[in-house]
């Protein structure tokens, strides 16, 4: 497990917005694995540091551009199919959010052969039309998620310091 120093974290959080915290700690988690995850450094996290990091790439992908571009990206595997969707719901106890994201998971399987094809910039902004219902979960996750789960995914890895 990576290990993170305490007062660091501490500081950072003290200092950080939600969000900003939240990116400097999974930075911290990507230093460690190299840069990057892969196949071999992938049990250097733990489970809920895994969560954590799915979190981020829903954080960054959803807010720049929904996500449609989360699973355009690579995420929607490591996001949606892993355990993260049941973690938020068992773990974190965030029903509803766990639930926006099974949608997402339904809508990915639903069009995963559009999704997964070679594309343009014209054919992948169309795809926010075509989608709709994709498109649509972005916004709730912008609308009515992000600002209430934000601030208690960065509250429990201070809190519990020793998971993440």
Known sequence: MVQLDR???VQKYEELDCIGFIQWVTD?????????LTAE??????????AVLCY???????????FIQMILNGYAPYVLEGPFPYVVKKEWNMRD???LLYDVKREYHKHQEELSR???????????????ELNELGDDFLDE???KVTPIVAKMIVDNLDKY
């Open 41 to 50: 450094n992938m049990e250097m996290l733990s489970a809920e540091q895994h």
């Open 28 to 36: 911290c988690y990507l230093d460690a694995l190299g840069g990057g």
């Open 118 to 132: 070679e594309m343009d910039d014209e054919e992948f902004m169309a795809l926010y039309e075509q989608l709709e």
């Open 97 to 99: 959010f766990s639930k």
């Open 7 to 9: 007062k660091l974290v």
């Open 56 to 66: 981020r790439y829903v954080l960054d992908e959803v807010m720049e551009g929904g």
């Open 145 to 147: 998620h992000q600002e």
